[in-house]
C-alpha cells in the first residue's frame, strides 16, 4: 500500500526539540550561497543547538547573500575565502584562529564543474574542466581538514556534502559524479589519517534538494518528482532534515562514526525497482 505522507512545514525555527546539543562549540562553515543552502539549513541548527560559527563567502555578490543571513546567528567571523586558493584557506584559518583559538567542527558543503562539463556526455569532458571540478568539489575537502585539523587539539567532526552521483550513473551529473567519488575516498583517507586525534570524518549525501546548485539544472523538476515516486518515504528530502543528521554528526551522539557516507535521501538509494 502506498501512503500519502505530507511534507514537513518550512517554518523558520525547526521542529527538533533537542537542547544545547553544540553549546560550547565552535565551528566553520564553508558554502552558503542563500537561505536555500544546504550548508544554511546545517548552519541554523547548530547555531540553535549553542555553536558559535564562522562563515566564508566568495565575492561580493555571494557576500551580500551571506553576510545578513550569518549575522541572524550571531556569527563570530564572516569573512571572504577562495577554495581554489591555498593562500586564501591559511589567511582564512588565521582570522579562525585569532577569534576562536580552537575549534569543533567543520561544515564543507562547496562544489563546482562548469556548467558545460553538466550537460551531455561525460566523455566530453576536457582536461580543464576535470581539474576544476575535482579540485574545487573534492580537493578542497582535504586542504580545508589539514588546517582546521591544526585547530582541533581536542578532537572534532568534519562533515562535507556527497551525492549518489558517485555510485551511480545519472544523466548530467557527469564530471561531478566522478568528483563526488574523488570526496567519498577522500573522506575514508582523511577519516583513517585524523583519527588518532579524535577528528571524525563522514559525509552526508542528500538526496536532491531545490538549491541554487540545483537550479538550471535541465529537468530538475522532473527529477525531484520522480525520485520523490520512488523512494520508500514518498516524497523528497528537506535540507532542513539533512541539517539534522548533520547536527547528529557534529554532535556527541556520533562518537563512535568515521569514515561514513550517510545517505539522507528517503530511502531512495536502497530501491533497484
Ligand atoms: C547537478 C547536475 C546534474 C544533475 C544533478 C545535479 N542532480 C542533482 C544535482 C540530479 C541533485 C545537484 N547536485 C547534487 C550537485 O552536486 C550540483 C553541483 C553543481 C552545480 C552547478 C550548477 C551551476 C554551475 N556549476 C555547478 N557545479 C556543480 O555552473
Known sequence: MVQEVASPEVSEKSQFTGKDMLLGKKGVVFGVANDHSIAWACAKLAAEQG?????????????????????????????????????????????????????????????????????????????????????????????????????????????????????????NYNVMGVAKAALESSVRYLAADLGEKNIRVNAISAGPVRTLAAMGIAGFRDMLKFVASRAPLKRNVTAEEVGKTALYLLSDLSSGVTGETIFVDCGYNIMAM
Open 51 to 171: 555553536a558559535s560559527l564562522a562563515f566564508n563567502y566568495q565575492g561580493e555578490v555571494l557576500e551580500r547573500r551571506v553576510r545578513p543571513l550569518a549575522e541572524s546567528v550571531k556569527a563570530k567571523i564572516i569573512e571572504p575565502c577562495d577554495l581554489s586558493d591555498d593562500k586564501a584557506i591559511e589567511e582564512f584559518f588565521a582570522k579562525v584562529k585569532k577569534e576562536f583559538g580552537t575549534i569543533d567542527f567543520v561544515i564543507h558543503a562547496v562544489a563546482f564543474a562548469n556548467k558545460e562539463d553538466l550537460e551531455g556526455h561525460y566523455v566530453d569532458t576536457k582536461r580543464t574542466g576535470f581539474q576544476k571540478a575535482l579540485d574545487v568539489s573534492a580537493f578542497t575537502m582535504t586542504a580545508v581538514a589539514r588546517e582546521a585539523a591544526k585547530l582541533m587539539p581536542n578532537g572534532g567532526s568534519l562533515i562535507t556534502m556527497t551525492y549518489y552521483g558517485a555510485d551511480k550513473v545519472l544523466p
